[in-house]
């Protein structure tokens, strides 16, 4: 076939009505730009919003719960195997929140190859003395390289320098909320009674702001050691093994399979945070959807200067085909036409799209509450470059279909004797 | 000329509507042209002279009997092998001009042969430079379509009909949109072209002077051929 001389003879009717096919190509590069900086906006919002929580919870948590054995010994003993038993007000008999044998734990997850890396963490819950009125607080110790490696560590401590909890004996960064509340400086000292009645002195040396008021609000870190010797507990005593993996999505496969192997309790990222996808889901949809709107608008503008084309063409149609063009060979000129349109349109709108999303980045974005953000969020995933340009090409193919089809249909004898 | 060989035969062509009412368009016609001819069919407006050039010519596929061009039956080939048969055998002339005011003259005039695609595009534009010289209309070749006369724009109109060499031109009054002075210059044309280059030439025209002066007349009245 000779797509040449059909590309060509494509051409020149656009090109006589270029205005027109202009307005059309516009059409589709507004929705186009449109759908670009809307998803990169949306998403990197998402990517925003997720990070908030997602950054910093591990993939997978080990830990030990506080609850009644399931193996109460009247179902061990083999009198009673055949008999049903009920008990009440079975009590949880074991109060360690240790995890046991956690050096081993640790050392067999790190040799594991798809562990991104291994934070080791304590949870205790602490009293803050403030005069005569004690806040409630918590106190997490941890490995602040690996925090810092793994979870952002330092990009939330917003005032002082977190590689100092490691360098000063008994340091302590409060939650901004906590500090508020404790009147607090930088250099300051602060009372700790524990659980158990034991009180502690330990040293403010910064803040730390999460972006949750209410996690800020009881929110503390301490080193690993520091945390030990406030609950009085010995150097391999740990509550909670944080695991970053490589692959997130992978998180409940691998929890279940831990929690078998360590005989421990494994909660992935995704039974604790289900929520959070949700709204990202609904976000992406909604920017989806307003995209597609905006290119089936576009599509009809094209239906619509394919039509008029076709209307003031009916001579060359006719023309064509009884000299020897057959109806596919007219068929393929108006979807030339049809893609060249949404071709152009599409790329010079993925182009502004990218404009766009760099202005949007520019804007300044302050808030409180993400101390690390200073301008709007924006996602430069080339998937929505991609995504947009098989949109374009995909609704002017559908828009430029049915216009080709009639003009493939013309009968040249109805034209020709109309004359 | 040696034994005539047969370009265009139709056997027993009939033509009829049933909507709203039935009519009989065509009623048994029999043509044959023989290559080298110059013939006209004429007869009043409505004797079906047209609807029969449009059947002869395979643009009108509604109709029984049989029609062979080159003696190659024509019935049964699907709409994309008629086009070829067109594109390669039949040239064609209407009233109206039906040039392309998107391209120049000389692209109007290989338009044909850049779609039959057996020769090169220089070797296409010598031959239509060829063709508008014998039309002496070569000085035109590279201006718009658009901004040529009515009498240029039909010489064009024939120029693209000899591109291909085809076996046959088929011509809707021709003339029906010129004054004398350019009718008689496609008359004298149409006249060469045959008598030179031994084309064959079938027109539908109701200027009977037109027709008197070709080798042969077909007259039509109510859809039959008058003997």
Redesign the interface.
């Known amino acids: 076939m000779?797509i040449r001389?059909l590309v060509r003879?494509a051409f020149?009717?656009l090109?006589?009505r270029w205005k027109q096919s202009l307005v059309a190509a516009i059409g589709v590069t507004f929705s186009i730009t449109m759908f670009i900086a809307l998803l990169a906006f949306m998403t990197g919002l998402n990517d925003l919003l997720d990070g908030l929580i997602l950054n910093r919870t591990p993939h997978i948590r080990l830990y030990n719960e506080i609850k009644p054995n399931n193996l109460q010994p009247i179902i061990q003993d083999s009198i009673f195997s055949k008999k049903y038993n009920f008990i009440r007000s079975v009590k949880a008999g074991n109060s360690r929140q240790e995890v046991y044998n956690s050096q081993i734990i640790i050392t067999t997850l790190r040799q594991d190859k798809r562990v991104q890396g291994v934070a080791p963490k304590i949870t205790t819950q602490v009293f803050f003395n403030e005069g005569k009125v004690n806040i409630t607080g918590i106190i997490n110790g941890i490995d602040v390289e690996a925090e810092s490696r793994l979870f952002s560590f330092t990009d939330y401590v917003v005032e002082g320098n977190a590689i100092d909890l490691k360098n000063v004996n008994n340091s302590i960064i409060l939650g901004k909320g906590l500090a508020e509340k404790l009147l607090a400086n930088i250099g300051d000292v602060v009372q700790v009674t524990t659980a158990n009645q034991q009180q502690f002195s330990l040293k403010v040396i910064g803040y730390f702001q999460s972006g949750l008021v209410d996690i800020d609000k009881v929110q503390s870190f301490a080193t690993l050691s520091t945390t030990q010797k406030i609950v009085g507990k010995p150097s391999h005593y740990i509550t909670d093994i944080q695991v970053r993996l490589y692959d997130l999505n992978a998180a409940p496969s691998i929890a279940k399979e831990y929690a078998q192997l360590f005989e421990t309790e494994a909660e992935d990222i995704q039974t604790a945070n289900a929520q959070f996808e949700t709204g990202s889901f609904v976000r992406s949809l909604i920017s989806y959807a307003v995209g597609i709107t905006l290119l089936i608008v576009a599509g009809f503008g094209i239906y619509n200067i394919l039509n008029m084309m076709i209307y003031e063409k009916m001579?060359?149609i006719?023309?064509?085909?009884?000299?020897?063009?057959?109806?596919?060979?007219v068929n393929r000129i108006f979807m030339v036409i049809a893609l060249s349109i949404g071709l152009f349109g599409g790329v010079v709108g993925l182009g502004f799209g990218f404009l766009f999303s760099v202005l949007i980045d520019q804007i300044p974005f302050n808030t409180a509450s993400l101390p690390t953000i200073t301008t709007y969020p924006v996602n430069y995933s080339l998937a929505f470059y991609l995504i947009g340009a098989v949109f374009s090409i995909v609704t002017t193919w559908l828009a430029g279909w049915a216009p080709a089809q009639k003009a493939s249909k013309v009968d040249?004898?109805v034209i020709?004797?109309g004359? | 000329m040696t034994i005539s060989e047969t370009i265009l035969r139709a056997v027993h062509i009939n033509k009829s509507f049933s909507n709203p009412v039935y009519v009989q368009v065509l009623q048994d016609i029999n043509v044959s042209v023989s290559r080298g001819e110059f013939v006209s069919i004429t007869g009043k407006s409505g004797c079906g002279k047209?609807t029969l050039l449009?059947i002869l010519?395979t643009?009108?596929t509604d109709f029984t009997g049989d029609l062979f061009i080159d003696c190659q039956p024509m019935r049964g080939l699907s709409?994309?092998q008629l086009?070829?048969v067109?594109?390669?055998k039949i040239g064609?002339v209407?009233?109206?001009h039906?040039?392309?005011?998107?391209?120049s003259v000389i692209e109007n005039v290989m338009?044909?042969a850049?779609?039959?695609?057996i020769h090169a595009e220089e070797v296409i534009r010598d031959h239509a430079l060829r063709k508008l010289e014998i039309l002496g209309i070569k000085s035109l070749a590279d201006k718009k379509a658009s901004k040529i006369s009515g009498g240029e724009k039909q010489r064009v109109a024939i120029a693209?009909a000899l591109i291909n060499n085809p076996s046959i031109i088929m011509c809707?009054e021709p003339t029906g949109n010129l004054d004398k002075t350019n009718s008689l210059i496609v008359f004298e044309l149409f006249k060469e072209i045959t008598e030179k280059e031994g084309l064959t030439l079938l027109v539908v025209t109701h200027d009977q002077e037109f027709a008197n002066r070709t080798h042969r007349i077909i007259e039509m009245e109510d859809g039959r051929i008058l003997l």
């Open positions: 000779n001389l003879i020149s009717l090109l006589a001579d060359s006719a023309i064509l085909k009884a000299t020897g063009f057959s109806g596919r060979d040249p004898v020709i004797r004359k | 047209s449009y010519s643009l009108d709409e994309k086009a070829k067109r594109n390669e064609f209407f009233q109206f039906y040039l392309l005011n998107e391209f338009l044909p850049l779609k039959l695609n693209r809707d």
